[in-house]
C-alpha cells in the first residue's frame, strides 16, 4: 500500500508570494492532518479535514488555509508569505473508527520564504 | 488544553543497552492517546508506540515499550538493546479523538535528540 505523498518536496518563495502544498493520503484514509515543524517551535498543528470538512484548527493566522477533496487528498494554501513561514511542512492521514489511532505521515514539503 | 514536555533534549546509549526517553503530559481530557514517533535526519515521522488512557496494559511494540503512569502523567518510552538506526529525534504526542472516530490533531513535545555509540 502507497504512504502518504507530498508535493513538491521542496519550494523557495519570496516574501509576498502564496503558496500551495498537496497532500495525497493513504488509500482508504479519510482524516488529513497538517503540521507545521520549525526549529524554534517544534511541531505544531495547523488543521485537519475529515470528509472534506475542517474539523480541527490550530492557532495560526488566517493566511493558511485549507481544503480536502472528495478523493481525501488535501490542499493547503499560505497567502502572502512571511519569513517566519520557513518550515518544514507535514502532512498526515489516519482511518477512522474507534480501533484507528496512528497517523502516518508524509515526507513532508520543505518551504524556504526569501 | 494539552501539552507535552520532553526534559531531555538530548540522550546518548551504547549499542546494546536500553535507554528511557521521557514524557509527561497535562490534559482536562478524559480520554485521550498518547504517542511516540520518530523522526530521523531524512524528516521523515516515523510512528512507534500508542497508548490509549483507558488501557490496562503497557503497550509494547517490539523492542519499543511505553511506561505509563496515568497518576504522574507520564508516558515514557523504553528502547531495548539499543541500535546505531535508533540515533534520531523522539517525540511524544497526544491526542484526543475527534468526533469519537480518530486522533486528528496531536500535540507535541519538543522532542530528544537519542544518539546511540558503537
Not at chain 1, 513561514?85 to 514539503?109: H, I, K, N, R, V
Not at chain 2, 520532553?6 to 521521557?22: H, I, N, S, Y
Not at chain 2, 503512569?69 to 531495548?80: D, G, H, T, W
Request: proline content about 4%; aromatic content about 12%; charged content about 15%.
Amino acid at each position: 500500500k502507497a504512504g502518504v505523498t507530498q508535493t513538491p518536496r521542496y519550494l523557495i518563495k519570496t516574501r509576498g508570494q502564496q503558496v500551495t502544498l498537496s497532500c495525497s493520503p493513504i488509500s482508504g484514509h479519510r482524516s488529513v492532518s497538517w503540521y507545521q515543524q520549525t526549529p524554534g517551535q517544534g511541531l505544531q498543528f495547523l488543521f485537519e479535514y475529515f470528509s472534506e470538512t475542517q474539523r480541527n484548527k490550530g492557532n495560526f493566522p488566517g493566511r493558511f488555509s485549507g481544503r480536502q477533496f472528495s478523493n481525501s487528498r488535501s490542499e493547503m494554501n499560505v497567502s502572502t508569505l512571511e519569513l517566519g513561514d520557513s518550515a518544514l511542512y507535514l502532512c498526515a492521514s489516519s482511518l477512522t473508527g474507534q480501533t484507528a489511532y496512528e497517523q502516518y505521515f508524509g515526507p513532508g514539503t520543505r518551504l524556504t520564504v526569501t | 488544553a494539552q501539552k507535552i514536555t520532553q526534559t531531555q533534549p538530548g540522550m546518548f546509549v551504547q549499542e546494546k543497552e536500553a535507554v528511557t526517553l521521557d514524557c509527561t503530559y497535562d490534559t482536562s481530557d478524559p480520554s485521550y492517546g498518547l504517542f511516540w514517533y520518530k523522526q530521523p535526519s531524512s524528516g521523515e515521522m516515523i510512528f512507534l508506540i500508542y497508548q490509549g488512557s483507558y488501557d490496562q496494559q503497557n503497550a509494547t511494540e517490539g523492542r519499543y515499550s511505553l511506561n505509563f503512569q496515568k497518576a504522574r502523567k507520564s508516558a515514557n518510552l523504553v528502547i531495548s538493546a539499543s541500535q546505531l538506526g535508533d540515533s534520531a529525534m523522539y517525540f511524544c504526542a497526544m491526542g484526543a479523538r475527534a468526533g469519537g472516530t480518530s486522533y486528528g490533531k496531536l500535540t507535541f513535545g519538543q522532542g530528544t535528540i537519542l544518539t546511540v555509540h558503537p
